[in-house]
């Protein structure tokens, strides 16, 4: 839901086992973009939440140039952790402001690395995984059975459920199965094709975060949230479907900021974001300031390109007004 790139994350370290990975090329997602939906079934509700859309401040435009201190330009784009072709070819405004930028900062270098893999498997090993078999406790039977049938949908075996703590079983489970599947094919990903690209124009790779930092901000959500999270998920057979394919017309769109004005009574319990306010501030809006921070002293050098999760830029905490405030003019590109 918020923390898309880090849901990948604890995915990249399920597929890492060969028993977790795909055994040939998956078929595309499937999903209903329940905006549409909306749209053509319930047209004045629609109406109420394209104008509460449009009031989140900047919440349209994926790309933003950053001028006011450093020698040359800066830019600031809106990743997504998604293997759909067309998005991951990169617009033309984003590759030239790759071209343009001698460093290239995103939420975490060389993820896909053998140190970073490393360091997510010690983390999970260490903070994710619960032997006691407790994990599903306090679930019916249905939900239990919704989420083994989600992870054996993805290719992973249905005992793994057992296993997982709340906080890793939740975020797995916010990807669709399909997706899930995309990734363990080692498909390549927006964030992962910036990042090669940038290493292909000679730019310095930075990372604003570092996989500890990004996955304990993630654990130390409360386990009351966590569950809610799983029951929500599972709350319809093709819910991570839907969030996904929701997700993608959104981005498509460039008009990412509208996922802060969905609402569970139109759009579903997964997607109700004002249930998830605590979840929002210690996930999105807490890193927000941190990569504000320290994405500053690179934007003061100049030439920077920094990409992030696009849920990131939008909204009156996110990075676009945050650089706002420490001087800087930012200017919609694309």
């Known amino acids: 839901m918020f923390l898309r790139h880090a849901a990948a994350l604890a995915i990249g370290l399920l597929a890492a086992s060969s028993a977790f990975a795909a055994e040939s090329a998956p078929a595309p997602c499937k999903g209903v973009d329940l905006i549409e939906k909306v749209k053509a079934e319930s047209p004045e509700k629609y109406a109420a939440f394209e104008r509460a859309g449009q009031a989140v401040p900047n919440a349209e435009g994926l790309l933003w140039k950053i001028e006011g201190k450093g020698p040359s330009a800066?830019?600031?784009?809106?990743?997504?952790?998604?293997?759909?072709?067309?998005?991951?070819?990169?617009?033309?405004?984003?590759?030239?402001?790759?071209?343009?930028?001698?460093?290239?900062?995103?939420?975490?270098?060389?993820?896909?690395?053998?140190?970073?893999q490393a360091e997510m498997i010690a983390y999970v090993t260490t903070n994710g995984i619960d032997l006691t078999g407790a994990a599903l406790n306090g679930f019916t039977a249905e939900q239990v059975t919704e989420v083994k049938r989600r992870l054996s949908e993805?290719?992973?075996?249905?005992?793994?459920?057992?296993?997982l703590k709340p906080w890793f079983l939740a975020l797995t489970l916010e990807v669709s199965s399909c997706e899930l599947k995309q990734m363990s094919a080692g498909l390549p990903t927006i964030?992962?094709?910036?990042?090669s690209e940038g290493r292909a124009?000679?730019?310095?790779?930075?990372?604003?975060?570092?996989?500890?930092?990004?996955l304990d901000a993630v654990s130390k959500i409360s386990e009351e949230t966590a569950?809610?999270?799983?029951?929500?998920?599972?709350?319809?057979?093709?819910?991570?479907?839907?969030?996904?394919a929701t997700t993608l017309a959104l981005y498509r769109a460039r008009k990412v900021g509208w996922?802060?004005?969905m609402k569970g009574d139109l759009f579903g319990a997964m997607m109700d974001v004002s249930s998830y306010s605590d979840f929002l501030e210690c996930i999105v809006d807490?890193?927000?300031?941190?990569?504000?921070?320290?994405?500053?002293?690179?934007?003061?050098?100049?030439?920077?390109?920094?990409?992030?999760?696009?849920?990131?830029?939008?909204?009156?905490?996110?990075?676009?007004?945050?650089?706002?405030?420490?001087?800087?003019?930012?200017?919609?590109?694309?």
């Not at 124009?201 to 930092?213: C, K, M, Q, R, S």
């Open 201 to 214: 124009n000679g730019a310095e790779i930075v990372g604003l975060e570092t996989v500890g930092e990004q």
């Open 286 to 334: 807490r890193r927000n300031r941190l990569m504000a921070d320290r994405a500053q002293p690179l934007i003061d050098k100049g030439g920077v390109l920094i990409a992030v999760g696009a849920l990131h830029l939008p909204g009156a905490n996110g990075l676009v007004e945050l650089l706002r405030a420490k001087g800087y003019t930012l200017t919609r590109v694309w």
């Open 74 to 116: 800066s830019y600031l784009f809106g990743t997504m952790h998604t293997t759909e072709a067309d998005l991951v070819a990169l617009s033309d405004p984003l590759r030239a402001a790759i071209k343009e930028s001698g460093t290239v900062a995103v939420e975490l270098a060389n993820a896909n690395g053998a140190a970073s």
């Open 227 to 244: 569950r809610r999270m799983i029951v929500d998920a599972v709350s319809r057979p093709d819910a991570g479907d839907d969030l996904q």
């Open 154 to 163: 993805a290719g992973m075996p249905a005992s793994v459920a057992g296993v």
């Open 191 to 195: 964030d992962a094709r910036v990042e």
């Open 259 to 261: 996922y802060f004005a």
